[in-house]
Every structure is written in C-alpha cells, then in structure tokens.
C-alpha cells in the first residue's frame, strides 16, 4: 500500500505572493526526468547518509556565535549563490513534434479563456499554504490558496521534490535583493536546505540550496552543511539573513542565506535536534527540543547553552509563550504537553494532553491548540495558570503529523495526517467548538 500523508505545511501571511506568479515552461522530457530523479533520490538517500561520518576537523564553520559578523554584515561583499531563475530549464529549442503541438494547444486555450487566468490570480485577502505532500515514492510541495471569507481552498500550484519533506519555513530575505520575496526553506531526508521561490510555477530548480553532501566525500568544500535528515527550521526574521536549523546529526547549524553556508555550528546535543525556534525579540536567543527530553536555551552570539529543562519524553515540538518572554511551551513524545520558565529552570506546569506524541503545538494569548498521532486536535483555555481543555476534535485525516495557525486569524488552522482518502484540510475553531458532541462521535465511527 502506497504511503500518503502530510508530513509538514506552512501558513504565508495575505498581501505577500505576487498576484500572479511567474511561470517556467517545461517539456516533457524534462518532467519526466525530473519525476525519475525524485523517484531515485527518495528511495537512496537514507541509505547512503548513514553510511557517512561527520567531518569534525572540516573548516568554514565555528562551534561559535561569533560567526554572525552582524555590525559590519552591510559591509561584506556579497556573494552570489543563487541558482536563479535564469539557470532554470526552459521550452526546449528543439523539442520533438508533439510537444512543439502541445505547446500550441496550449496557447490556443490561453487565448480563448482569459477568465481561467483571473481564476489563477492570488488576491490579497488569499493566504497561501505550503504543504509537504509524501505520495508513493513521489514528494511534492503543494501551494494551497484559502481564502477566509469564501472558505476557498485549492491547490495553485506543486513542486516536485526530490527528498521527503519533513520542516518547512517562510522567509522573506532574497540575497542580492533589495525587495523582500516570499521565498519556502524545505528541509527533509535529506542534508541538503532547499529554498524555493513562491512567486515562480513549474520550477525545476529550487532557487537556492544550503549544504551540499556527497557520498564518496565528507564535504565537498566549505558550504558543506548538516550530514543527516534536516529536522526544523527557523528563520530569524530580526536578522533576516540568518536561518537555523536541527538535524538528525547532533547539531545546529545558523546560515547565512547571503553568502548560501553556515557561519555557526552548535554540536553540544547529545541526541537528534528535533524542534528549534528563535525568540520573538532576543536576536541572539534559540530554544531547542531534542529526543534526549531536553529543553536547551542558546544564545548564539557566544555559543553556549543558557539553560537546559529536563522533560518526560522526546522533546517533538517547541515554541515560545505568547504572553511569556522568559517561558516556552513544550510537547513530547509521551503526549505531554508542558510550560518551560528559564528563570527557575523548571516546568511550571506539564498535563497529559494527548494519549500519543504531540505532533502539533501552536498558540496565541488566549489559548492553545494541539495535535497528535492520536488523531485529534484539541484546544486549550490559556489564563495565566494551568490550561484546561475547551473541547476534542476528531478530524478523520488519520494520524495528525502537522498543524499550523493562520497568522491573520489564530482561529483558523491547517492540519495534516496521513489517511489516504483525506489528509489535509484547513478548520475553524470556532465553528468545530459549536459542533454538538454526539458529531464527533458519529464521525469516529464512520472513520472506524
């Protein structure tokens, strides 16, 4: 039976997408060469990053902060890494007769239905949705647009991927660029941080890639990068050419998306880096979650970790309090879901929230939302104290791997799972809580 789920999804706020997207013209043979090459890289690349070691004598990257050169960083010269948009395959000159025909039926339909083309336009009360979709042996990043006021959701636009996605993150800051872009890092299965650009359909190349591995090489030179599955990313929207990440390997690595390789390497875990986040407004300051049940507090311009909280299970997810600059909120592989403080260095409060791991955590002032392997999603009254629960949803996507909240509207949220008739689907809170009980029951046992 083919695999099929929703490993990972990211919301992008209205206003940033270009109504309409640039588009890049592929052949056939090269579609179906791109399919191929995603087809061999998921199936070999578990395999072969295991059998490689990390290179602790490597140059280029500092077990120290220190790297962030932030006061002259306007200074250095800029370093182009780009792949660009320009490097991209294009309509082959030479393409063979039938797809020289394709290509003119197409121009035809263009031609005769202008309202397709409105339809495809990105309005800017649309959010889009990136959504890491695991089909088979095919991954594809698909661009979901939801429209709030219509409850319009559907697919604009998909990427084929070559590795499994497993984190995703927004970013704005395009090297040599002096406008922002609406950009997507995809880290997964593999080492390698791919970075695509939103505002571009049909692409073959991601636009920029962090790290490059090799299997008959350690590192091919210094933008090397992690050697194992890249697990979370943050960027840091204070230092808009930073971007952190958390690898299987043990380790944290800061980039520099100007110069496209890491400045930074923090290698104090003893267990794989799952979760990471940066503090809404200490620059320096990042909190990550790993499978050894620690909660770890950076600071990265010194490299040295803070403060550490022992859990009760593998730390899965983790992200600052909103209404806390000193706490942090925790959900862990035994279904807990905790509050850290770093001033005492304890938990102030841990619940069993979930029968099963805790495999999404969002949250504003007011409440919390979580969701688990045990296919449910539930909220959470936030008062200052203790949370207590508001109510249960049983979504029927299956076992839940991903949720995330509208950053518009903390009632709306997308979430992901991995039943193979239905596994994403975007809610409101707000209705799903004036749902009558005995639903959620009848739906259980219709996805029984």
């Given at each position: 039976m083919d695999k099929n789920f929703i490993p990972c999804a990211k919301w992008i706020k209205r206003g940033i997408a270009k109504a309409k997207p640039e588009v890049v013209k592929l052949t056939k043979k090269e579609?179906?060469?791109?399919?191929?090459?995603?087809?061999?890289?998921?199936?070999?690349?578990?395999?072969?990053?295991?059998?490689?070691?990390?290179?602790?004598?490597?140059?280029?990257?500092?077990?120290?902060?220190?790297?962030?050169?932030?006061?002259?960083?306007?200074?250095?010269?800029?370093?182009?890494?780009?792949?660009?948009?320009?490097?991209?395959?294009?309509?082959?000159?030479?393409?063979?007769?039938?797809?020289?025909?394709?290509?003119?039926?197409?121009?035809?339909?263009?031609?005769?239905?202008?309202?397709?083309?409105?339809?495809?336009?990105?309005?800017?009360?649309?959010?889009?949705?990136?959504?890491?979709?695991?089909?088979?042996?095919?991954?594809?990043?698909?661009?979901?647009?939801?429209?709030?006021?219509?409850?319009?959701?559907?697919?604009?636009?998909?990427?084929?991927?070559?590795?499994?996605?497993?984190?995703?993150e927004w970013l704005s800051y395009v090297p040599s660029q002096s406008t922002p872009g609406n950009l997507l890092a995809m880290g997964g299965?593999?080492?390698?941080?791919?970075?695509?650009?939103?505002?571009?359909?049909?692409?073959?190349?991601?636009?920029?890639?962090?790290?490059?591995?090799?299997?008959?090489?350690?590192?091919?030179?210094?933008?090397?990068?992690h050697t194992d599955a890249v697990l979370d990313l943050s960027w840091n929207c204070q230092l808009p050419h930073i971007l952190a990440s958390g690898s299987v390997d043990r380790s944290v690595l800061l980039w520099d998306l100007g110069k496209a390789r890491a400045v930074s390497q923090f290698k104090q875990f003893k267990e794989k880096v799952q979760t990471l986040e940066w503090h809404p407004s200490e620059v320096n300051v990042l909190v990550t979650g790993t499978c050894d049940r620690k909660v770890q507090l950076l600071d990265c311009r010194i490299g040295e970790t803070l403060t550490s909280i022992k859990v009760d299970g593998e730390v899965e997810k983790v992200i600052w309090h909103p209404s806390s600059q000193f706490s942090a909120l925790i959900?862990?592989?035994?279904?807990?879901?905790?509050?850290?403080?770093?001033?005492?260095?304890?938990?102030?409060?841990?619940?069993?929230?979930?029968?099963?791991?805790?495999?999404?955590?969002?949250?504003?002032?007011?409440?919390?939302?979580?969701?688990?392997?045990?296919?449910?999603?539930?909220?959470?009254?936030?008062?200052g104290g203790e949370p207590t629960l508001r109510f249960t949803k049983h979504t029927g996507l299956g076992e839940l791997h991903t949720l995330q909240m509208c950053p518009e509207n903390s009632n709306i949220i997308c979430v992901g799972g991995s039943k193979s008739s239905k596994n994403f689907s975007v809610y409101n809170l707000s209705e799903m809580q004036q749902e009558r009980p005995d639903m959620e029951t009848e739906q259980q046992e219709e996805d029984t």
């Open positions: 579609l179906k060469g791109l399919v191929n090459k995603a087809k061999d890289r998921v199936l070999t690349t578990a395999e072969s990053i295991r059998t490689s070691t990390q290179d602790e004598g490597e140059p280029g990257v500092s077990d120290a902060g220190d790297q962030f050169n932030m006061e002259d960083y306007d200074k250095e010269d800029e370093v182009q890494s780009l792949i660009g948009i320009g490097n991209m395959m294009s309509l082959d000159e030479e393409s063979d007769e039938s797809e020289t025909e394709s290509q003119a039926e197409e121009e035809e339909d263009e031609d005769e239905d202008d309202s397709d083309k409105e339809d495809d336009e990105i309005k800017p009360t649309d959010n889009l949705i990136a959504v890491g979709h695991v089909y088979g042996d095919i991954s594809i990043l698909e661009v979901y647009v939801y429209n709030e006021e219509g409850g319009d959701l559907y697919v604009h636009h998909d990427v084929m991927l070559p590795t499994i996605p497993l984190a995703l299965m593999s080492p390698e941080i791919l970075v695509w650009d939103l505002d571009v359909t049909n692409t073959l190349e991601p636009l920029l890639q962090l790290g490059e591995f090799s299997e008959t090489k350690k590192y091919q030179h210094r933008n090397h990068g959900g862990t592989s035994k279904g807990t879901l905790g509050c850290a403080d770093f001033r005492t260095k304890k938990l102030v409060w841990a619940i069993n929230a979930h029968e099963e791991e805790v495999t999404g955590l969002a949250a504003d002032c007011d409440s919390i939302v979580t969701s688990s392997t045990d296919q449910t999603v539930k909220v959470w009254g936030l008062s």
